[in-house]
């Protein structure tokens, strides 16, 4: 494998911000590629900005270049101005580290985190000279892989991948990376085939060219395995003990400003707060906690290395973290010896956030603070599961106000089931009210409300609701602003046509990879940048496959219909998920799983898991209220063993 560069370099004049694609950045490796090591490219498909900071890219590359069998490298998604250079000069996608052509790679895998990248996934397989479709690649082109939340319905990209990673990462890249080096050591025995029909085998590894797909008319019947020793059911990899695996020990520091750009450290995977909108929450649970001390080194470390001045305690609800208040006193009062440190907790919880919190945190800087209700009313809160109160909210943003904050961010969504116009008429009573607050401590008080469109994912209780489409959204939203207008504050929207194309991309079955297919080649690429991004384009290519887009869209599923991810398993019963679906529509909210007893979801059940229930209260101080005689006592904190129960 030789270098690019002399043929990329003169390429950069000509392009913005050509430091995306020189490397050389503090945390990079050399990687030096070894006879009988496998060598694997990351890919972030979409800019260097948004995929730099991205965790589960930096943690892989950390982990493939430890071994002994392997050897890791980076690319991200080029702009449109070097993509068409490249074309232009017969220049193939290329990594970052050592500007070697992704071709040379013995795998190629992408991280999905959003489905509106899709069409990027396609531009970078075709800018590298590799077959798009699974079915045309040769023996020597290598395996493309993908992992990340979106892979939990992995059928829309199921003609494009050539596996899917389904869950947790860490300890598959590895039995993959034995598993190739086998193929390869041994003769590649069976081709391409034999290669894929192993790494079948690999648990919580989904590859779908192993399984046959039926429909009967528009109606999906069945998704099958095509041989004995294919499973019928992939389950997702779940890293059982974070203490395991500290990484990324050596972050990376960008050469240009990026998003998120500052130290991040991971708290805890996992959520059982319930929210039944939330994917990220349903497909990560168990809750895994890091050790405290582990946290206290790696942001020492991280510090010290990197040269950041902010650290971001990441997870789905930083707030929910044992002794959260501790640890953000000892980084802002320069206990763990890096300085004052400014902290930020991405993930706040209405009902976890503190005065003491915010004391704390304005200390050093006051970062900014984004508060998620979710729902306009107390009612919408029940059905969603988003179990905070007005009190709640309010006694949040006075904590922040009232330590010199001047401005909150609050985010809702819009399109939720059984959602009327009084609970969307609620988030602008909501928002009046807060600068209500906000005033009593400083006449600059102001608020943000980010209005995002619904869009139902897979192993959800909502799996089963069909969207609102795009007039309907646009008329909430037309609504709300109009209610919001000559006040402090400001309303800001995702774009509804978005999200209906969001939907047709997450919740469609493998027809759908044609259309993407269709997307791209009429020049769809960067679809999450609303610049680039046009529905028409998704419309045609529905209409040039004979499918209905409100089909897949809008229209509501039954209980006994088969879904194009019933194959793939996240952990919690399909009669759970359908329970709960019946109890949000009876607006029957439930509270925290780890401190009320066990609601029997399924994801425990493959785990050494005890759940204890004592007479303590839940942490943070947040209500659990629910406006329903819901007080089961507290509990124990579940904690998970690093043993898994064979099955």
Not at 113 to 120: D, G
Not at 206 to 215: D, K, L, N
Not at 512 to 525: L, M, P
Not at 627 to 636: F, M, P
């Amino acid at each position: 494998m030789t270098s690019l560069w002399p043929r990329i370099e003169p390429l950069l004049a000509g392009v913005e911000k050509p430091a995306r694609y020189i490397g050389m950045e503090r945390g990079s490796q050399v990687p030096v590629h070894r006879p009988g090591s496998v060598s694997w490219l990351l890919v972030y498909p979409d800019t260097y900005e948004i995929g730099l900071p991205n965790q589960g890219l930096q943690i892989l590359y950390e982990i493939l270049n430890e071994r002994d069998d392997a050897v890791a490298e980076r690319s991200y998604a080029p702009w449109l101005d070097l993509a068409a250079a490249l074309r232009e000069h017969a220049v193939p996608l290329f990594s970052v580290d050592t500007h070697r052509a992704a071709s040379d790679f013995d795998i190629v895998a992408f991280n999905l985190s959003a489905e509106l990248v899709y069409t990027n996934l396609l531009e970078c397989l075709d800018l590298a000279g590799i077959p798009i479709r699974s079915e045309q690649r040769s023996e020597t082109d290598p395996l493309v892989v993908a992992g990340g939340h979106s892979t939990f319905n992995p059928e829309p990209m199921a003609d494009f991948v050539d596996a899917f990673v389904i869950g947790d990462g860490e300890e598959p890249v590895g039995e993959m990376t034995e598993c190739v080096r086998t193929w390869q050591g041994g003769g590649r025995p069976g081709g391409r085939v034999g290669l894929l029909r192993a790494l079948a085998s690999v648990p919580g590894v989904y590859v779908p060219s192993m399984y046959s797909v039926e429909f009967d008319g528009p109606v999906l019947r069945s998704v099958t395995p095509r041989y004995s020793d294919v499973p019928a059911v992939v389950d997702k990899r779940t890293v059982a003990d974070l203490a395991d695996w500290p990484y990324p020990k050596q972050q990376l520091v960008p050469l240009i400003e990026v998003v998120h750009d500052r130290l991040n450290v991971e708290l805890f995977r996992g959520c059982t707060r319930g929210c039944r909108f939330c994917q990220a929450g349903m497909i990560t649970r168990p809750v895994r906690e890091r050790p405290t001390e582990q946290v206290r080194n790696m942001v020492a470390n991280g510090l010290r290395r990197t040269g950041y001045d902010e650290v971001a305690l990441t997870s789905l609800s930083s707030a929910d973290f044992s002794g959260i208040d501790n640890l953000v006193s000892d980084l802002v009062n320069d206990q763990i010896g890096c300085g004052n440190v400014g902290v930020s907790l991405p993930s706040l919880r209405v009902d976890a956030f503190t005065v003491g919190i915010a004391s704390e945190i304005q200390k050093v800087r006051r970062t900014g603070l984004t508060f998620a209700p979710e729902g306009g009313s107390w009612r919408l809160r029940q059905v969603i599961n988003k179990l905070i109160t007005e009190e709640d909210l309010y006694s949040a943003v006075e904590g922040a106000y009232s330590q010199g904050w001047r401005r909150v961010k609050l985010y809702f969504l819009v399109g939720l089931p059984t959602e009327m116009d009084e609970d969307t008429l609620g988030i602008a009573e909501l928002a009046r009210n807060v600068v209500k607050v906000g005033k009593q401590y400083t006449k600059q008080a102001s608020c943000t409300v980010s209005v995002g469109g619904f869009v139902p994912k897979a192993h959800t209780p909502f799996q089963w609701f069909g969207q609102n489409g795009t007039e309907e959204l646009h008329r909430k939203i037309n609504m709300l602003r109009d209610d919001l207008r000559k006040t402090a504050a400001t309303v800001r929207w995702h774009d509804p046509k978005a999200t209906f194309a969001e939907g047709i991309a997450s919740r469609g079955d493998r027809r759908i990879g044609a259309v993407i297919e269709r997307v791209w080649r009429a020049g769809g690429t960067f679809q999450e940048w609303s610049e680039h991004f046009q529905l028409g384009r998704w419309l045609d290519a529905m209409a040039a496959e004979g499918l209905d887009p409100d089909w897949f869209v809008t229209r509501h599923r039954t209980e006994d219909e088969v879904l194009p991810w019933d194959h793939i398993a996240a952990g919690l019963h399909r009669d759970f998920l359908w329970q709960d679906w019946q109890a949000s529509l009876q607006a029957h909210g439930l509270p925290d799983c780890r401190w009320t007893p066990c609601y029997d979801c399924g994801v425990c059940t493959d785990y050494a898991l005890e759940h204890v229930v004592a007479s303590s209260v839940p942490p943070a101080g947040g209500s659990q209220g629910t406006g329903q005689d819901l007080t089961l006592g507290g509990a124990v904190p579940v904690m998970l063993s690093p043993t898994r129960v064979p099955t």
